[in-house]
């Protein structure tokens, strides 16, 4: 066989998530183009950021008649697509090669290999694996490869972590036929500064992904990369996609301040855990002063027993602590909390959950379900306690219920979700998040990106009642299959937080017309 032309496909995921209307460059594909530039030709389609439906993507494919297509899956609800891209390759152009990779794939590599139009997975980090394959033009003998000979599936052995990251070329930005990416409009780029995470959140796959590793770039690579950024003259910020990015507290600081040595002028959004935050708030103070204006942070919850079902490693006090950090650097912060990580948990212990996370003065707040993610350690909990009601991983997007819990059926978590969606997103204190904003950001800012965000919210809100509304007709298929009568008791206040307010015991208990809420 011989690859000449190759084509990158970034699938039309959509999570039913806000964030799908966030146009993101797809930064790994970008690696992998970098990385074999040269020794093929080379594009990349991004099919999720030009909203492709079937025949766009088939006539794109036929058009540039590959005979090696890439395709990029990390979501799991996004698996099925990404099987469709594969489909669709082969009913274009059947004797073209068909590649998956990333997190999902490669975490259930079998199960993706068995799909008859999926001729190799690449396993791990993809950029050396893909160079391999390119260069040989054969998966024999490339580690970090399963293929199939015959219908028999062949596994190679995983390939070694890349050592050094900064030995890997910058992300191929060139391509780019989006006019730009943005997050609510306000233009965007994306930088990877480390991989990997070195907790063990019992319900998140990253460190099974990277086998339990951290590494970081030097931040003088970094800065080098946030200068060719710069040279394009596109985005005004940038979102670090590290999963967890204040780890190592030396590299944090050194990068900030070769970030204000450079006057680049970026404005910065990163993931941090909210106990890194509270231990270090000198850092987050030269954060701040290098441009980061917003903070991801997992909460998770605000009750000891949540955390500890989750193994977190972190203490409720250390929420307190982290959001009094940013808001006195004027760090908005934009925070998670999951719906029914406590599995013992009942309605009423979520609802004290729900008031008492909305008493805190957190930015933007956003709930999501409790999902088994493949080869996680609740994964296998939820395998032995029997508590899935759906394997369609399309249903695992973090905003549909696909277990039940000790407590809860899977249509009390979904109707739970709703309510704390709905409680959240119509009764916020938004002039706190105004002035935070007109503080760091400027009036300009929050003026022009401030309604424009609105129209995002606003144009994503007919969906969310379309599929609240549509969840009443699947209540009774599974929702109360595995209902349970359970007594409960009301929650001590955890320490460090604001008393709940006074919980409504009947408000949102009764069925409801729209019992399923998506955020």
């Known amino acids: 066989m011989m690859w000449n032309r190759v084509l990158l496909v970034y699938p039309n995921v959509k999570s039913k998530l806000l964030t799908d209307r966030f146009v993101i460059p797809p930064l790994g594909l970008e690696y992998l183009k970098a990385q074999v530039n040269g020794l093929v030709y080379v594009d990349i389609l991004d099919a999720r950021n030009l909203a492709l439906n079937r025949a766009g993507l088939r006539d794109r494919i036929a058009r540039f008649g590959p005979d090696l297509v890439g395709i990029c899956v990390n979501l799991s609800c996004g698996i099925d697509e990404g099987l469709d891209v594969a489909r669709v390759v082969k009913q274009t152009l059947g004797g073209c090669t068909v590649i998956l990779g990333g997190w999902h794939p490669s975490l259930m590599t079998a199960e993706v290999l068995n799909d008859p139009n999926v001729d190799a997975v690449v396993c791990g980090e993809g950029e050396a694996t893909f160079q391999a394959i390119i260069e040989k033009q054969s998966f024999e003998n490339v580690l970090g490869v399963s293929y199939k000979v015959d219908g028999r599936a062949v596994h190679n052995g995983s390939r070694p972590l890349i050592a ?217 909990l939820c395998e032995e306690e029997g508590l899935f009601v759906s394997r369609k991983w399309r249903h695992y997007n973090i905003a549909t219920p696909v277990i039940r819990t000790r407590a809860l059926s899977a249509g009390d978590l979904g109707e739970l979700h709703r309510i704390a969606t709905s409680r959240t997103l119509l009764r916020r204190k938004y002039g706190a998040i105004f002035r935070r904003l007109l503080k760091t950001r400027g009036l300009r800012f929050v003026v022009v990106s401030g309604a424009k965000a609105i129209k995002h919210v606003l144009g994503f809100l007919p969906s969310l009642v379309s599929r609240t509304v549509n969840a009443r007709a699947t209540r009774p298929g599974y929702a109360h299959s595995h209902r349970r009568n359970v007594t409960v008791h009301a929650p001590a206040v955890p320490r460090g937080l604001p008393p709940p307010h006074s919980v409504d015991q009947t408000a949102g208990l009764a069925p409801r017309p729209e019992p399923r809420r998506r955020a």
């Open 164 to 380: 050094d990251l900064d030995r890997r070329a910058f992300p191929d930005r060139a391509y780019r036929r989006i006019k730009r990416y943005n997050i609510m409009s306000i233009p965007i780029d994306v930088v990877e500064t480390s991989r990997g995470c070195p907790y063990t959140c019992n319900f998140c796959c990253i460190h099974e992904f990277y086998h339990h590793t951290y590494r970081t770039r030097s931040p003088l690579n970094v800065v080098r990369e946030l200068y060719q950024i710069k040279q394009s003259g596109k985005a005004t910020d940038i979102l670090i996609v590290d999963d967890n990015f204040l780890v190592n507290v030396d590299h944090v600081k050194e990068l900030c301040r070769l970030i204000i040595k450079s006057k680049l002028g970026f404005h910065f959004m990163a993931q941090i855990r909210v106990d890194a935050i509270a231990r270090h708030p000198d850092v987050i103070e030269l954060m701040a002063r290098a441009g980061f204006w917003c903070f991801f942070v997992g909460i998770e919850s605000t009750a000891p027993k949540g955390l500890s079902d989750a193994n977190k490693g972190s203490s409720v006090s250390n929420v307190a602590g982290a959001i009094e950090v940013c808001n006195r650097n004027h760090v908005m912060i934009v925070g998670n909390v999951i719906i029914g990580v406590d599995l013992d948990g009942g309605r009423r212990e979520v609802l004290e959950e729900i008031d008492r996370v909305r008493s805190l003065p957190i930015d933007i707040l956003t709930f999501s379900i409790i999902t088994p993610l493949p080869k996680t350690r609740f994964y296998g």
